[in-house]
Antibody, heavy 118, light 105 residues
Framework: QVQLQESGPGLVKTSETLSLTCTVS????????WSWIRQSPGKGLEWLGY???????KYSPSLKSRVTISVDMSKNQFSLKLSSVTAADTAVYYC????????????WGQGILVTVSS | DIQMTQSPSSLSASVGDRVTITCRAS??????LNWYQQKPGKAPKLLIY???SLQSGVPSRFSGSGSGTDFTLTISNLQPEDFATYHC????????FGGGTKVEI
């Protein structure tokens, strides 16, 4: 079955850009939507944005100016870039698949903890 | 944004109990409501989608109901492996999640 795996640095300096990649195995990037969701320590889940396999993306208004999500079909991967990070961006970042723009998420990656510190 | 409010934020229960968790949307979302189970250190796992459809492989003791603004997740005959945090998520518009309900022993 389809599996997702997040990868990237676990520590990012304040004001720099957080970059993560989600690798999809056991299935194709198309024809799905792919999202990034984060969970701050002890907090709830926050959707960051999605990319469609065609490259069309949509972002949460609260982060729109800082987030970019892109897809690389040749590598069966999609990526997250979050700029100008602060301590408030410290969280576990998950990637997830969905079948339409607004839908349930299944499956999810295992998650990766990213800590922002000076 | 559509705000999702879960209650209670935590509850204590025993094996064999029937547990009900409530999720309320700030506006009508039809049946575009999904439920997830999350265990410590793990990713959320889809349990129920579109309010009442059971995801494949999920035990039948889990059930969901509701429409409009008010939804419930019910776990009948609580099992030891069901102690976890449960999240609701609306998929009517830009996804938002409830704050979670921790089910403890």
């Amino acid at each position: 079955q389809v599996q997702l795996q997040e990868s990237g640095p676990g520590l990012v300096k304040t004001s720099e850009t957080l970059s993560l990649t989600c690798t999809v195995s056991g299935g194709s990037i198309s024809p799905y939507y792919w999202s990034w969701i984060r969970q701050s320590p002890g907090k709830g889940l926050e959707w960051l944005g999605y990319v469609f396999y065609t490259g069309i993306s949509k972002y949460s208004p609260s982060l729109k100016s800082r987030v970019t999500i892109s897809v690389d079909m040749s590598k069966n991967q999609f990526s997250l870039k979050l700029s100008s990070v602060t301590a408030a961006d410290t969280a576990v970042y998950y990637c997830g698949r969905h079948a339409s723009a607004y839908n349930w998420f299944d499956p999810w990656g295992q998650g990766i903890l990213v800590t922002v510190s000076s | 944004d559509i705000q999702m409010t879960q209650s209670p934020s935590s509850l204590s229960a025993s094996v064999g109990d029937r547990v009900t968790i409530t999720c309320r949307a700030s506006q009508s979302i039809g049946t575009y409501l999904n439920w997830y189970q999350q265990k410590p250190g793990k990713a959320p796992k889809l349990l129920i989608y579109v309010a009442s459809s059971l995801q494949s492989g999920v035990p039948s003791r889990f059930s969901g109901s509701g429409s409009g603004t008010d939804f419930t997740l019910t776990i009948s005959n609580l099992q030891p492996e069901d102690f976890a945090t449960y999240h609701c998520q609306q998929s009517y518009s830009m996804p938002t999640f409830g704050g979670g309900t921790k089910v403890e022993i």
